[in-house]
């Protein structure tokens, strides 16, 4: 892989952002937490028609909670909540919470993906991966590829597993000025994969023998009426973070266009198949316009998607970008 391919940055670019991460290799999947000491104010958008989520209705613009303290992502499908008491338990212990007059609560977000076709299906995200994920979180955390949430994640789906692709975590960020914009992304998606930026396809439904590319659209058009087998089996979930000073409804708004990043690298995406949510959280440093962040939420968002197929690895059956040759 010449490193050209990859794209910089990180989500801990941005100031009062740090990230851990814990996966089981032995039954790949895992959980990425990130932590904010300070709070963070958030929003989300989900589109996908299977999502698994906690907290996110707190985060619409009329109800009460003004910061979050943790957004994670998570494996293990629905079972992958689980880590969210282990994060709880983490915060509590550092004091972290939001102040209800007898104790703290931390305030903590997140959502899964399906990855319990890969490795055992009774292995995934519970208290401890989360706690541990905590423990390991950092402000310059630097994983990609088969790591946390992303360890048991797969693309191209509509054939099963004998012509899926490895994927994984991918991490990106823009800098303009004092302005910064980052993006996490755990890709597990039913569709076909693209570099925008390079305008060209680089993981999907991979045919071994032919050595190459299918297409999930032309695929689709002659399954119309067996998308019950492709069930819920995917999901791709991100989280946006800026240094930028916003409210829960900024926040929302540039979760909204963020899904841009989504619609431009996976095809389809946002199907009945998909749990398709992205986080956005500013920490409030800058100020910033909130269209203009959104379009680079988007942008950083299709280049983590890039980021987690080119530094993604083997695994078992699965493929991964640099063994299709």
Do not use: W
């Amino acid at each position: 892989m010449e490193k050209e391919k990859f794209y910089d940055g990180y989500l801990t670019d941005v100031s009062g952002v740090s990230l851990g991460h814990f996966e089981n290799m032995d039954s790949p999947t895992g959980v990425s937490v990130a932590i904010f000491k300070d709070g963070a104010t958030a929003g989300v958008d989900v589109r996908g028609g299977a999502p698994g989520t906690r907290e996110t209705d707190l985060l619409k613009p009329e109800n009460l909670v003004d910061k979050v303290h943790s957004i994670f992502l998570s494996g293990g499908s629905a079972y992958g909540i689980n880590a969210s008491a282990g994060i709880m338990k983490y915060l509590e212990e550092e004091n972290i919470g939001m102040d209800v007059g007898v104790c703290k609560v931390p305030i903590v977000t997140g959502a899964v993906i399906f990855d319990l076709a890969i490795g055992s299906p009774f292995i995934r995200p519970d208290f401890d991966m989360g706690y541990k994920a905590c423990q390991s979180a950092t402000t310059n955390d630097k994983s990609n590829g088969l790591v946390g949430a992303g360890t048991g994640a797969s693309v191209g789906k509509i054939l099963g597993n004998d012509y899926s692709m490895k994927s994984g975590l991918g991490q990106a960020s823009i800098k303009v000025n004092d302005l910064v914009v980052s993006a996490m992304t755990a890709l597990n998606a039913f569709g076909d994969i693209y570099d925008d930026e390079r305008n060209t396809q680089i993981a999907g439904v991979y045919d071994r023998n032919k050595k190459k590319f299918l297409d999930t659209q032309e695929i689709y058009l002659g399954k119309q009426k067996d998308y019950n087998a492709f069930k819920g089996r995917n999901t791709t979930i991100a989280l946006v973070c800026t240094n930028a000073k916003f409210t829960k409804a900024n926040c929302n708004k540039v979760s909204q266009m963020a899904h841009d990043g989504f619609a431009r690298s996976i095809r389809p995406v946002h199907t009945m198949f998909d749990g398709d949510t992205i986080f956005t959280a500013a920490t409030g440093y800058v100020e910033a316009d909130v269209s203009l962040v959104g379009m680079l939420a988007a942008k950083a968002i299709s280049r983590s998607i890039a980021n987690a197929i080119y530094y993604s690895k083997s695994y078992e059956g699965f493929i991964a970008f640099n063994d299709k040759k």
